[in-house]
C-alpha cells in the first residue's frame, strides 16, 4: 500500500463532516483530536481543499489503509475496518441527546421533516454506508398480482473466513444481548457484534412504554427503519402488538409498521427482541386491492376484505383504533386455534404451535389500516423446510424465509444471483456455450430454468429482460407457496370459511 498523508485524510473528513452538518467550525479541533487519538498519531497540519464528497468512503478507506500499514488491524478484514472507519466517523458526531433534541424539535413543526433530518444523519454519519448500498440490484417485475419489487442485496458484506475465526475465538459476553439491543448506540463493536459507534436512536413513546426508532443499515427501501423495545424480550405477535402498531403511526402518520410473524420458518431473523420494522415506502401490497369484501358482526365501523394477493391478508380499515385493535384481536385468537385439514391447516402438532399472523399498519387519510397476513410453518415430508415456505422447485432462487419486507411484494435475493444470471443470460446468447456453463456446480441448479427459457424463445435479443421478468414470476409463485390459503375455487371458500369463524 503506498503512504497515506494523515493530515490531508483527515481534513477531508472535517470538510466532509462540516459541509453535512455533522460538526460545527467550533467542533472541528476538538474532532482532530479525537481522529488522531483513534489513529495513534500525535502530529497534524490542516489541508485547505475545495472537493465536495457525496460520502467519507475515500478518506475513511486510506485511513483504514494508513492503520493496516501500522499493524493497527490485526486480522486486516472488512469487519475490522467497519470497526476503526466507525470509529473515526463517530468523532465528527453529535451526541445521542443532541440528536434527539434536534429531532423534536422539527417534529413540532413538522413530522416529516423530523424523519428526513434523522434519515440524513444516518446517511451522513456512514452508518448507513450508502457507496454500499449503491452498489444493490434492485427492478420490477410484472406479474397478476401487480409489479413485484425484485432486488439483491450486496450491501452486506459477507463474513470472511478469518473474521468467521476471530468471532469463534472471542470471549462471549452478553453485551449487548443482541444487534437490536438499544445498548448498541456507541458500541465500539466486537468480532461477533457489528460496530455502532456512529448509531444514534430516537427515544419514542408507545402505549406508555419507552421504545427507540433507528434506520437499518442495510436500507432495502426508502427510510427503512426499525423500531424496537428499550426491554429486551421476545418477539410475540399479541394484542399489544397491534396497538403498538396503530400508536406508531398516530405518531408518524406518513410511515408504514409491521412485525415480522413470531414463529420459526414464517418469522424473522430476530425473534429474540421484540421489534418492528417501517418506514416511507409503498410496497405492491399495500397498492393491492381487496378481492371481496368481509362482514363482522359488531364492528359495523371497520371496513374488511380479502386481498387481491398470493398470500392470504384480511385488511381492516377504520377511524377508531379501539375497533381494529378488537376485531384483529379476535382474529388472531380464532387463528391460533384454527385447523381445516381440507386446506392443509393444521394449528398444532402434538403441543408445538403452528399458525400466526404478519401485521402491517398504515394510514389512509384520517383512517388507519391494517393488514393481516395468516401464516402457518407446518413442515411435512414432502417439505421439510416449510409446507408454506419456498418450495423445493424455486429454491434455486430462493430458499430463505419469507419475512414481513417480501410478505408485502419486495423480495430480497441472495447476492450469488447476480453471477448466475449472468451466466444463464451468456448460455441463453451464445448457445454452444450452454453446456460448459450447465457444468459449473453453481448452475447445476438453474437447468431446468434454463430449457423453459430456451423454449419459450428467449435469445440474446431479449435474454436479460426475459430473466429479471422470470425471477419476478417466480418470486409471485413463491408468494403462493407462503399463502396458507391457495387462490383457487377451493383455496378461496376454504378463507370465507375461516372468516366465518371469526
Not at 489503509?65 to 453529535?94: F, I, K, V, W, Y
Request: charged letters at 25%; glycine letters at 6%; a negative charge.
Amino acid at each position: 500500500m503506498s503512504e497515506v498523508n494523515v493530515s490531508r485524510e483527515i481534513s477531508r473528513l472535517i470538510r466532509y463532516g462540516l459541509q453535512k452538518g455533522l460538526l460545527t467550525p467550533m467542533d472541528e479541533a476538538y474532532a482532530v483530536n479525537r481522529l488522531l487519538a483513534v489513529l495513534g498519531e500525535t502530529a497534524f497540519e490542516k489541508q485547505e481543499m475545495e472537493e465536495t464528497l457525496e460520502n467519507p468512503a475515500e478518506p475513511l478507506t486510506r485511513l483504514c489503509d494508513h492503520a493496516a500499514n501500522r499493524g493497527l488491524l490485526s486480522p486486516d478484514t472488512q469487519d475490522a475496518r467497519d470497526q476503526l472507519d466507525t470509529e473515526l466517523m463517530n468523532c465528527l458526531m453529535p451526541r445521542p441527546s443532541e440528536v434527539a433534541e434536534k429531532f423534536y424539535a422539527l417534529y413540532r413543526e413538522d413530522k416529516k421533516a423530523a424523519t428526513e433530518y434523522y434519515y440524513g444523519l444516518s446517511k451522513a454519519s456512514n452508518y448507513i454506508r450508502t457507496d454500499r448500498v449503491a452498489r444493490d440490484k434492485q427492478w420490477t417485475a410484472p406479474t397478476p398480482y401487480g409489479d413485484l419489487v425484485i432486488t439483491i442485496n450486496l450491501s452486506k458484506p459477507e463474513k470472511d473466513p478469518k473474521a468467521i475465526a476471530a468471532a469463534k475465538n472471542a470471549p462471549q459476553t452478553g453485551y449487548p444481548k443482541c444487534a437490536l439491543c438499544r445498548e448498541n448506540e456507541g458500541f465500539q463493536g466486537s468480532p461477533n457484534q457489528a460496530a455502532r459507534g456512529n448509531h444514534r436512536l430516537i427515544p419514542l413513546t408507545l402505549c406508555g412504554e419507552p421504545w427507540f426508532l433507528q434506520y437499518s443499515p442495510y436500507v432495502y427501501y426508502n427510510e427503512h427503519c426499525i423500531v424496537l423495545s428499550a426491554e429486551h424480550r421476545p418477539m410475540k405477535v399479541s394484542r399489544a402488538s397491534f396497538e403498538h402498531l396503530l400508536d406508531f403511526v398516530t405518531v408518524l402518520p406518513h410511515y408504514f409498521i409491521g412485525s415480522n410473524a413470531d414463529l420459526p420458518i414464517v418469522g424473522g431473523s430476530i425473534l429474540s427482541h421484540d421489534h418492528f420494522q417501517g418506514g416511507n415506502y409503498e410496497f405492491p401490497m399495500a397498492k393491492a386491492p381487496l378481492r371481496e369484501s368481509l362482514s363482522f358482526p359488531g364492528f359495523p365501523g371497520v371496513e374488511a376484505g380479502i386481498v387481491n394477493w398470493p398470500m392470504s391478508v384480511i385488511r381492516l380499515r377504520g377511524e377508531k383504533k379501539e375497533e381494529l385493535v378488537e376485531l384483529a384481536d379476535r382474529i388472531l385468537q380464532a387463528w391460533r386455534g384454527y385447523s381445516d385439514e381440507s386446506a392443509e391447516i393444521l394449528a398444532f402438532t402434538g403441543e408445538t404451535p403452528h399458525n400466526t399472523i404478519t401485521p402491517i399498519a398504515r394510514r389512509r387519510g384520517e383512517a388507519f389500516e391494517l393488514d393481516l397476513v395468516l401464516r402457518n410453518n407446518r413442515t411435512t415430508e414432502e417439505h421439510p423446510l416449510g409446507l408454506f415456505h419456498p418450495h423445493g422447485e424455486y429454491h434455486h432462487i430462493k430458499k430463505e424465509n419469507i419475512g414481513l419486507i417480501e410478505v408485502m411484494g419486495l423480495a430480497i435475493l441472495p447476492p450469488r444471483l447476480l453471477s448466475e444470471m449472468e451466466l444463464l443470460r451468456e448460455a441463453l446468447s451464445v448457445p454452444k456455450k450452454a453446456e460448459e456453463i450447465f457444468q459449473r456446480p453453481e448452475m447445476e441448479k438453474h437447468l431446468t430454468w434454463y430449457r423453459e427459457l430456451k423454449a419459450a424463445g428467449v435469445n440474446a435479443e431479449n435474454a436479460e429482460k426475459a430473466i429479471k421478468d422470470s425471477i419476478g414470476e417466480i418470486f409471485g409463485k413463491i408468494l403462493g407457496n407462503a399463502g396458507v390459503y391457495k387462490d383457487t375455487e377451493e383455496g378461496r371458500a376454504a378463507f370465507r370459511r375461516f372468516c366465518g369463524s371469526v
